[in-house]
């Protein structure tokens, strides 16, 4: 087989965002764009000569044609292997463990996680370092320099590679192994929670729905619930993946996973619901009439996770990103167990756990996970959650009422501006920044500042250091906003306001999250001038 060297050009906007590269398809499919941020990575990793990849994806549009390029651009790069879901997928969780557990120097991600997939719509590439997790800022810096330099990449020519044909086959000198997506996966959740306790409660009549979403869950979700713990066929719906995630928004949150949510709060629900999305790293949790914020979801799973088998010994620490509500850390309080509070982005939570510093960690954004890979994990949250109502015997709502008289309830909710002019944007957060240091002691609307500044973060174990991680004001009375920019959008800006609101009072545990939200939201408008500033008086999203 040929080899060539390619010579391009470097092309602008390949810095890669809060999850790796994003970008429209379109741009995606343009001429040497996807060859020449592989050959960035490969080159910002140092080489992949004599390495072993693993690659996959989540299944939409471009999915197995960029992975046939990037294979013939390992070959070329004289990687040694490289190790391929079947038809080129693997969700992100999945893809975490296959390279922990073949010890691979690490691996490719395809995937724009929950945004749209399709020709006119989103899509992504991932570099995860050996400890199966995003590349740290340091790699992505480095690959990011090399975007701006590159003048030529090595891609070999040739036929296809049959993606659904297991085993192991070579291309010239580089072994390409076919692997079952689901098998290892599925076999790891089977050492965390207790399959035998799970498969007792769904023996005994008890009825969940998982929504897939047409994203790459479907078939983790049908082998581990339906095969292995024996929830009935059809527990599982939309699970078949498709391209375009049947021309949906593989977001699994009360906006788009609509279908879901209208059944569990109809007077049929079922006893639990859950939700994935594109990749599978994300979790939406809802009981019958009751929808669990992420952010709950995490302090409820630290309170329980030593009901299962995994967690039995108790948690080293946990750890949030900034924005998630500080529900979690009332939790780990009382366990006498530390909480780090950590920038957006599940990169931030890897050297966390690669030091044992922490067992849990999760995101507002859905996102929740542990040190069994690194990456977060939707369908092992869902399995966890399943666990602990085995063990306890519970309902979502009954175990929610519990934990919020235990700790108090953080009232929480996101409101996403997107698609904001970004100069627009950026202006609103540098007038904000610069108001920092004078609004202590300020009183706006209801409510008085308590603090404001702007999160950096100090990582504990190497030291390394990100500023600008998003502005911070707390109020009086346990009410607190925060703002950001996404890293993670493909069009505009995204500004994001993150809104809490902490009740203790026993008699005010069930009250309505927009009422109670009301004055930290009006106060959090003013503070920013953020209509003034965008010509945006209400958000596209409200989470
Ligand atoms: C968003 C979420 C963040 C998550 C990331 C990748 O990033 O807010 O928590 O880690 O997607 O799934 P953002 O667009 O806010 O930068
Ligand atoms: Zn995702």
Not at 127 to 138: H, I, Q, T, V
Not at 260 to 272: C, G, I, T
Not at 336 to 345: H, Q, S
Request: glycine residues 12%; charged residues 20%.
């Amino acid at each position: 087989m040929p080899m060539q060297n390619v010579r391009t050009t470097s092309i602008e906007g390949q810095k890669p965002g809060t999850s790796g590269l994003r970008k429209k398809t379109a741009i995606f499919r343009r001429p040497h764009f996807l060859e020449n941020y592989v050959q960035s990575i490969f080159d910002g990793i140092g080489g992949v000569e004599g390495k072993t990849l693993v690659i996959g994806g989540d299944g939409r549009f471009f999915n197995d044609a960029a992975i046939q390029i990037i294979l013939r651009m390992a070959c070329a790069n004289s990687a040694a292997k490289c190790i391929i879901g079947q038809g080129g997928i693997l969700s992100t969780p999945a893809a975490s463990h296959l390279i922990r557990l073949r010890e691979a120097d690490g691996g490719l991600i395809l995937s724009a996680s929950h945004n749209p997939g399709g020709a006119d719509a989103d899509f992504g590439l991932k570099y995860n370092g050996p400890n199966g997790g995003p590349a740290s800022e340091a790699v992505t810096d480095k690959i990011y320099e090399r975007t701006k330099t590159l003048s030529f990449y090595k891609i070999a020519a040739g036929e296809d590679i049959n993606l659904g044909q297991l085993g192991t086959r070579k291309i010239e000198n580089m072994m390409v192994e076919i692997v079952d997506p689901v098998a290892d996966y599925a076999d790891l959740m089977q050492t965390i929670v207790d399959f035998p306790k799970i498969k007792t409660l769904f023996a005994g009549g008890f009825t969940m729905c998982f929504d897939a979403m047409h994203a790459v869950t479907g078939p983790y979700a049908h082998t581990v619930l339906e095969d292995m713990l024996g929830a009935p066929k059809g527990t599982v719906i939309n699970g078949q993946p498709s391209p375009d995630f049947g021309k949906g928004h593989p977001d699994p949150n009360p906006i788009w996973a609509k279908t879901l949510m209208d059944k569990m709060y109809s007077s049929n629900a079922p006893d639990f619901g859950a939700a994935s999305d594109g990749d599978g790293d994300r979790n939406m949790i809802v009981g019958p009439g009751a929808y669990v914020t992420p952010s709950d979801s995490l302090a409820l799973l630290t309170a329980h996770a030593h009901l299962a088998p995994a967690y039995r010994g108790g948690l080293s620490g946990v750890a949030r990103s900034m924005p998630t509500s500080r529900a979690v850390d009332r939790v780990a309080d009382s366990l006498g167990i530390a909480c780090f509070e950590t920038p957006t982005g599940w990169k931030f939570f890897g050297n966390l756990l690669d030091a044992g510093k922490v067992t849990l960690c999760g995101e507002e954004s859905a996102g929740t996970g542990s040190d069994h890979v690194r990456e977060k994990d939707g369908l092992w949250a869902v399995l966890l959650w399943l666990n602990i109502l085995a063990e306890t015997g519970k309902s979502v709502s009954e175990l929610m009422g519990d934990l919020w008289t235990a700790h108090g309830r953080c009232y929480y909710s996101r409101l996403d501006f997107e698609d904001v002019d970004s100069d627009k944007a950026e202006a609103m957060i540098n007038k904000l920044r610069a108001k920092l240091g004078s609004l202590a002691g300020a009183t706006i609307g209801t409510l008085t500042v308590e603090t404001a500044d702007e999160f950096a973060y100090l990582d504990p174990v190497d030291g390394s250091q990100s500023t600008n991680q998003g502005i911070r004001i707390a109020f009086e009375g346990g009410a607190r906003a925060v703002f950001r920019l996404s890293g993670t959008g493909t069009q505009g800006a995204t500004i994001r306001l993150y809104l809490e609101q902490l009740e203790t009072d026993p008699v005010r545990l069930h009250e309505a999250p927009e009422a109670v939200l009301t004055d930290v939201r009006e106060a959090a408008m003013s503070v920013s001038d953020l209509t003034a500033m965008t010509g945006r008086s209400a958000p596209d999203v409200i989470t």
